[in-house]
């Protein structure tokens, strides 16, 4: 049962064994919607923009009316009156007529497109038009943003600030999303104390309880701490039993001991359609990862050294809150900052190494594509969460890679 | 009073005119922190862990009395008894005597290091250790994540998961945040219907009230969408003022047309205590700005064209946010995507040019560093939200740049 997988190898394993296993599809309003993970593709109902409008405060034009008009040879075209904002032109724009239009305004019928203001002169009941335009100059076309049935926003997409706006203004309200993961988390553990509590020599309060959860609401999950279990089994299976009722994923943070964690792996493997997949990583920090399932429900064992647990939940408990959102596991393009090593670094090998770390600003090593920015590795054990509170982020050292020389390039992964 | 500025003159200017302006600081429990701005350093109460700890399962031992120890010549010790998770040791560490200590257990009195439980062999009441330890190995130091005294978290941060981890580690569960400033959002144009409503000829739904509400929750305000205003200096100017009894900040977006511009600045040097800082910003999308206070109050006067509206949101609105809940402007190290750009592009210069752009993987240049990652330009008006919904992210061509060659690598900012 004790496989020691690599980072990939245990996300690939985390990830199959979550094919299918969705959350529900539930209605939102569009309003509330920022980060949530879309469930059915959002196609445009109509063109968008529905009518051609103007870019510019000018005149609408027929572009063939203007072509070869100058400044000293103006078009002169007779003015038709007035485009009003949120109006429909005073009618349709024939050979030789132009119509004032603000930016914004709708393009009349028979107008292709607006000569600035700048460039035109109004002379009487005429307008004098000093530069040629080209059709479509200075407007937006009908469709230009969408066309009718086009895709705008699919599924398995995160909801940003703009897709709220484009759905504004196709009157979409509403919107089909994947529910938010319901996260049981538990801490173990019988020196563990709640945060609340005065610790007597040999406690120490509870820290994965909190952040965990503070993580699972910043990966949109809902995160539902339950407190503090004894180290035993039979009180484990009990517990994690109960949530099952309710939970989409359970986290079980602690047992750091070979013991605790031998009851885990137990806890887990004996539960109703239950089973261990995995039981470590080649990784540092993160290495004692437990994972199996009961009835298809993820269980994720994670350490109770704080670094650990965190670097676990980032690595691999947030790729499963992402696949049952129907996102992909990672994504896309993750922005990293990139820093030079500011001293060499050892490694193993064999493992990854995530390495945490403070950027500064450095002098320029006067190398190229050097943007001063530098790397000072925090050393700490798993343990020491301060090695994560006192820094911005991480890099990774792969696994066929023994050391890294100062001044190397890396990329850091803020958190 | 029609300044164009660059961008960093006019976010020096606002960043100015908000000095001192803080909003309230208010008391929150720990648990709900995540994101907040800290109003007052965090100092470490006590040392942090308050006991010297066992990171692996193992004997707790002198140093002293396992020097020279090896597998031939093992250190016999006194096994003295064995300590439990959460408890006290039973009793100190006498010269030649060792303890059983799981790991996270507290390592007892005299005692200043442990060996792993593998390097061990209980014999009788004896313990033979094969290995020799130095001194604080395989344990964590009382005060090795924080001293008594030390700065934990500084104000002027904002709060991560680890952070309410190690507040929780220290009993700490309320923490002084500034409040999250109050946005007060209208929408203005004769043109502008609410999402829900049928647009008739010439008309459209609002984009910009929700897209600048979403982006305003994702950085850290509470936004107050207060509809859509007519273009008009009255109607504007009354609903401004009521506005500013409640508001930390007003935006007023709308208004593309010089006259409806005219309206905005007029309405916004016409407030009690206000005036007209700057109008017009050197960039694209996003020139039309108008930026203003009214009794100090900063008031955004942000074009009605979407994409113009939500730059100048992420340029000027978002740092001012920041500054006003106490954070630095702009954080410390801002995290992109690097790629290669997948086509000429020209800039005219004298401003700078943010490019919405498509990422996808590309086929490797065999360019030194090269990450595969290109980057494809979404072309556009500053009206067409789409170039922002179907994009990835943007880059900036800055002001003294005409223009970049295919291949050149650019910092792609996701969002």
Redesign the interface.
Known sequence: MLTVLTVREAQRRIINSLKGKLTEIETIS??KS?GRAVAKDVIAPYM????A?S?M?GFAVRAADTFGASDSIPALLKLKGN???????PGSLEPGEAMEI?????IPAGGDSVVM?EHCEIIGDQVAVYRPAAPFDNT?QVG???KKGEL??PSGRSI??????????????QLKVYSRPRVVIFST?????P?????????????????????T??SGGIPDYRGIIK?DKITLHQAVLEALDEADIVLISGG?????RDVAVKVIDELPGGGVFFHGVSMKPGKPLIYGTSDSIPIFGLS???VSA?FSFLLFVRPALRVMQGLSPFP???????ARLDTNLSSPGGREDYIRVS?YEGSNSGKE?DNN?RARPIF??A????T??KG??YFIIPRDTEGLPEGE?VK????
């Open positions: 569009v309003e920022l968008l923009p529905p009518f409008r870019t405060d485009i009003l904002m949120g109006q429909e032109p603000p930016t914004g305004g709708m203001l937006i230009d943003d969408f705008v926003i940003r600030s703009q897709d709220i706006g484009i759905l504004s203004s196709m009157g979409v309200l553990g019988d020196e563990i104390i945060p609340w509590m005065e610790p007597k020599p040999g406690q120490i309060r509870d820290i994965n309880g909190s952040a965990l959860a503070a993580l609401e910043e180290d750091s001991s070979v013991g605790t109770g050294n704080p965190l896309p393009f993750v922005p990293y900052v990139e950027l594509g920015i700490g054990g343990g020491l969460l301060s994560m509170v911005d982020g390039k850091v992964y803020i958190y």
